[in-house]
């Protein structure tokens, strides 16, 4: 049987939203009134990008090289998958031959995909 929901099933939600919201607005306007009333002065060395006290040196905006890129989303693409291994290693003795059989296949696309961008040469940095 469907239950059917009133409004009063809602009223626990609704009273949390105006909990929240009125949290961020008295936040919000504490802090206007009770912030620094300095006049915020605008300087050169000021408006400078701070980098844990590492001094500039450059542009910032320098292009990357396309193999930089293509060495991250492989590195992400890899890690996803050996996170599979964890529970296949995990449930080992209950999966039995099937579980097994499934893995192996999984590792054989996996080391098919490794061999794959080996020979095209994309973890060869020149």
Not at 92 to 114: P, R, T
């Amino acid at each position: 049987m469907d239950k059917v929901f009133t409004a009063s099933d809602y009223f626990p939600i609704l009273l949390q939203s105006i909990v929240a919201l009125s949290f961020v607005g008295i936040v919000m306007i504490l802090t206007h009134f009770m912030g620094s009333k300095r006049k915020k002065i605008r300087t050169l060395r000021k408006d400078e990008n701070f980098e844990c006290g590492i001094e500039i040196k450059g542009n910032a905006r320098f292009p990357f090289t396309v193999r930089y890129f293509l060495i991250a989303i492989l590195f992400v693409l890899f890690d996803v998958e050996v996170i599979f291994l964890y529970p296949w290693a995990v449930n080992f003795k209950e999966m039995n031959w099937s579980g097994f059989g499934d893995m192996m296949i999984f590792v054989v696309l996996f080391m098919f995909g490794f061999y794959y961008i080996n020979k095209k040469g994309a973890l060869e940095w020149d």
